[in-house]
């Protein structure tokens, strides 16, 4: 909700800019700088979007590949940061800084001059020249050999990352360009992120930001890149890639890249000389921006999966989280990170492929959606009452387990179980999954005492959230803004502007005038919170039943499925 | 189907009348002797259903009640009777025997001379005074304290009918009206099965069967029924409930009962002297009418839930069976009978609580029912595609575990997970089902070769046969009748007329002759076999970390869901 604020509003008035890069478009948020209020809005979808099947010319690409094209982030900034002044009537003066976050690890090749290889005309045709969005899932071969080879070597850095490197992250994604277009690779200067590439575009600086390298590409505060030999484990021609095709040249998030040239005031409108943050990923940036800047205060972004992010004072080794960074949430402290792949896609699906047809009758007839329909009738449920239990796994085990091998169970239906009672057991099923992440961070030294939530769930979903509570029996407060990264990224701006220029000198200052909560406050109901103990005993026993070896069934199933295929 | 065989008749054929009544209706078919032939049929609806609410005089009824009317029965025999005689152009004089089955325990108290005390007014008000069906659990109590008393005196009986007595059966439903009537207990001179009662209005006779007895009743060829300090330790009264109330004269199935009496000449419009075969139950009955009177053969009669019946040469225990007993099927055979509490019923479920939306509109607009729009896409799938595995357990679990506090499990699903995976999921938990109960049967000492089947699923699904068929490992042949219990009930008719007025000596001579199969056999495909060997040792696994005290989730569940409530 945008409040125009038009009655307090001067020409002296200081603003930032937050731009979100998202999976399919880009926004920009303008913000006032003195009290967090959201001023105006602008979203630009990407013209090329996800490219999963052609490139531009044609090319036909292979299962699993996800691809991005580099113009559609510059015409993000072309026509949301225009619109955004035009809508508030702020002048580009006003403005004395911005930030930006994005999808990671979402990565390209470029040459010495920022360059995108896949825009020079002799590798357009090559898909590796291309970006390769976070959910490219193509590199899972070099994934699945890069975590052979590290175990095999014992390398320290796999307990920092729950045991595994993802498909996701940079270094298969990397890999994968070597072995399958050497002249790619070799044309390659540099292998980055493409919210380091934006920030260059904007700031002339390739300045890269510890989160990305932190969370995405096996960079250690101290120990830095993974070694040289590990590289040449991999294969001999890797050898020097940190060196050769990477930056150790890092600096921590709430740094100022530098300032707008010439050439980005033209392109965004803004004036040369704006004060630019360095670049930060979606769910991280977000942590201020619902006012977290200290420890044992976890914050959950919300949607078709779950990011859970939490602040801790010292580095522990949790079992099977996404990622520990020092300094890469907030300056000064460890970012811990992990995740629970599937939450309202698991109601989605239901939704989808389960939901009786008298149900959607009777939403059509009472003109709700059938989420709210079923969430009506599953909030009129006790705890307990349906006898049903389900485990979270319609979609893997990202953290604590970290196995996509996993899959979904429920138990306890009877002839007289309906469906409202299945919607509510897969709700819960996620609370209890979200207790297990909460639990384990608890018992291995990184405390959570306060839960806060943002994203779709968090924001529409008062059911789902009071079952949150009562299942983790801790209060929850909901992100204030509904547009949280957005909002995050310009509070860096303000930081990256500094006081001086009517900014802030640091994040936790920006995060106490301008990082925002709504006014409720979910807490644990006793008689609740009594029974989930309860249920998430028994949650626990077959998560482990299944999920730590006793039996492999899913695992067994799995291989049975791809085998019939 | 009825083949009229007009062109083959003529006046001096045979003809055999089997009854069967069921829960709402009885039906009479019509058959030719000497080659099973079914010429007609005729069914009534019972006028007063099944009273579960109230009485015909007002008086309301408790929770899980479940009566009926004996004027309902004698309905049947003076409506369909001369209906099929008519439809069928055959006189009287050449219908040889009768014989009838029923459902069963369905029992009511009578005066000595066979008058119901349901129907002498000072004992019309009082619910207990009626015939309880087979469905009536308003005897759980008495049933859970019988199964109690019985295993702390250690009964030998408990074995015989996998060590637990059913509310459903003869003594709990006695002991029920002991406790809350003594009045009809004290008043009546008998408790009869109301198969039995009939019998008696048909021939004067009071002339019980050994099936109802053995299976419901408690009784065994040499040991009789369990003691009178058994049923003293019940309770002091019922010291002398068998001698009082019972009769010790039973006769095994195959016997006659004796011939129509005047009386019974006028109700059923047949010819007084007309042979009459003592009462059977509808399962049982059924199994010479597929052409079973050996060992080694299952017959599974398979609608909302399966009767599993065999016959074996010496008396094993077999756990979690439903019952053993001497002469109760066959004559001269061990007759075996397990049970599982849900089969179609898992499908109706399924379909009405889960089936999307556009499911019902393809069915909808192909002209098709849901079940079989379902049942072609399932069809689709190879055995393990899908990657899901169930415990067929919606109902609980009748045989092998004997539990009714068991839920339904189900694992494997994905965010790719579809509707017909999940049916064609509970249709292969429905055969893990059957195929533990053949192998226990198979492991204890009563082997099951071959199968054959009789019931709606039987008569109409080939998809799910031959899933059976490739999860059991056996070939499975399919009754040639759709009335089987009606088949059987005129075949055993034909063996109280005997041989010397047109019939058979024994079922034996009547089963090669009258039993019906149709030409098609379902055989295990192999590749099939290979794939349902390794998703069945999952099952076992499951089946028993759930089922066998491993993990009693599903009961703990159940606590909790009773107390919510």
Redesign the interface.
Known sequence: MLITDKKNKNNMDKYVLGIDFGTLSGRSLLIRVENGIEVATSVFDYPHAVMDDLLPDGTKLGVDWALQHPDDYLEVLRQTIPAVLSEASVEPEQVIGLGIDFTACTVLPVKADGTPLCLIPEFSSEPNAWIKLWKHHAAQGEANKLNEIAEERGESFLSRYGGKISSEWLIPKIWQTFNEAPEIYNAADRFIEAADWVIWQLTGNEKRNTCTAGYKAIWHKSEGYPTDEFFSALDPGLKNLVKDKLSADLYPVGSKAGELTDKAAELTGLLAGTAVAVANVDAHVSVPAVGITEAGKMLMIMGTSTCHMVLGEEEKEVPGMCGVVEDGIIEGYYGYEAGQS?VG?HFQ?FV??????EY?KEAKEKGVDIHELLTVKAAEL????????A?DW??GNRSVLVDVDL?????????A???EE?YRALVEATAYGTRMIIDTFHKNGVPVNELYAAGGIAEKNAFIMQIYADVCKREIRISGSPQAPALGSGMFGAVAAGKERGGYDNIVDAARVMGKLKDIVYRPIEENVK?YD??FA?YE??HD??GRGD?D??K???E??L???
Chains 1, 2 share one sequence.
């Open positions: 599937c896609d699906w989808e492929n389960c939901t009786p047809d959607m006790k705890p307990g009452e349906s006898g049903l239990l485990l319609w979609n899959m979904g169970m429920m138990l306890g239906m009877s002839l179980t309906k469906a299945i029974v309860k249920l028994e026993t077959l039943y299944f039996n069934v899913m067994r199933l799995k049975i499925k085998k019939s295929r």
